[in-house]
């Protein structure tokens, strides 16, 4: 964890574009993907539960700019809709979920060639939003690590490939979805993963 947690910052740090060194480049993908896990592992009273959140189509808005001739800057906005199973304790009337990450953070190459490889991730905020009105939405730091590659399809236009790990940050002993009475889902882990795989058209301009 210390390693994703170390690279990610790494990402971020050099994602800033240096304006008074060249022009800026900046190219937008619209992304659609497919996520999967982000089951709970959950404990309230010594009961060992899980939460299980359906697998489903993923949209998201990638924008990178130029740091310099070969990294670049990213800032990822990636949202589905998903539903979560309910536990013999809690019932809740809708069990839809929405689940969005905002990053900022960067990709370096790995490799060149026609098909480059790239090393992607960056930090920010998970935003969790039960669709039962009753139900706390709640917001939590994030980190995410990858890997891409583009193929070029033109001279303004490329085709992405991406690969991601997300990683949200909770207390072990914390609770989330609550309402008046009860909650939901109770943390028993410090890190909550999923995983997720896009394609997108992108823009150079």
């Not at 909650?183 to 410090?190: G, K, R, T, V």
């Amino acid at each position: 964890m210390r390693v994703i947690l170390a690279l990610a910052c790494a990402l971020a740090t050099v994602s800033m574009p240096s304006m008074a060194k060249q022009t800026l480049n900046v190219e937008v993908t619209p992304l659609i993907g497919y996520r999967f896990g982000g089951d709970f592992d959950t404990t309230k009273d010594k009961v060992h539960n899980r939460i299980e959140l359906s697998e489903d189509t993923s949209y998201g808005l990638l924008t990178a700019w130029s740091f310099d001739r070969k990294r670049q800057g990213e800032f990822l906005i990636s949202h589905y809709n998903t539903n979560f199973s309910q536990s013999d304790d809690f019932s809740a009337s809708n069990t839809g979920l929405g689940i969005t990450y905002a990053h900022l953070g960067g990709n370096v190459p790995l490799s060149e060639g026609p098909i480059p490889f790239y090393m992607t991730g960056g930090l920010g905020l998970t935003h969790l939003a039960p669709s039962d009105e009753q139900l706390s939405n709640e917001t939590r730091f994030s980190v995410n690590i990858g890997l891409a590659t583009k193929i070029e399809l033109s001279e303004r236009v490329s085709l992405r490939l991406d690969s991601r790990l997300y990683g949200t940050f909770f207390n072990s002993d914390s609770a989330i979805f609550c309402d008046v009475e009860t909650c939901a889902i109770y943390i028993s882990s410090d890190i909550w993963f999923q995983s997720e795989v896009s394609a997108g058209i992108t823009y150079r301009f």
